[in-house]
């Protein structure tokens, strides 16, 4: 059985990796700019981090028992996350991702371990914490793989895998 250290072990190696990615980005990296067809490294941050917030909102309703986030269609909240973060600059966009992920781990920290391993009302197709390990860890590094993949090194992204 899947246990909450487990998920925030998880958690907490996904930031580092996350981190690690956005260490490492050089000044024109850091500045440039992408568009929705094709983003670059501050619309890939941004969109984790949106989405990491909105799994710890969730998470937070259903701690306090409260209406969770209604679900969304992925395209539109993609296309709305990047139109608000694209003229953003990336101190901004890292700023962001720092409170997200947080609130994500916040949100994890305070939720019962019952809450993250059986399905929730909200979604009773699938435990909580696999939303978690997704929008917290997989998802994240499936966007920093793609990235190193575009820069050319395909290494790093089997490495991270």
């Known amino acids: 059985m899947v246990t909450k250290t487990q998920i925030l072990d998880c958690l907490a190696h996904g930031r580092r990796a996350q981190l690690e990615f956005i260490d490492g980005l050089d000044a024109a990296q850091r500045a440039e700019k992408g568009c929705y067809e094709k983003w670059c490294a501050k619309d890939s941050i941004a969109h984790m981090a949106y989405w ?3 799994l710890a ?3 937070q309703a259903l701690v306090s028992k409260n209406e969770p986030p209604q679900s969304i269609q992925y395209e539109e909240a993609n296309a ?3 139109a608000r973060f694209c003229e953003q600059s990336f101190e901004q966009v890292h ?4 409170r997200s992920l947080e609130e994500l781990h916040s949100a994890v920290r305070a939720a019962d371990e019952q809450l993250l391993v059986n399905p929730p009302a909200d979604r009773p197709e699938r ?3 696999m939303d978690v390990v997704g929008t917290g860890y997989t998802h994240p590094q499936m966007h920093v793989s793609e990235y190193y993949t575009t820069l050319g090194w395909p290494e790093k992204a089997s490495r991270l895998w």
């Open 52 to 54: 990491q917030e909105r």
């Open 57 to 59: 909102q969730r998470i």
């Open 80 to 82: 709305a996350c990047f």
């Open 95 to 98: 700023a962001y991702w720092s």
């Open 127 to 129: 435990p909580l914490w």
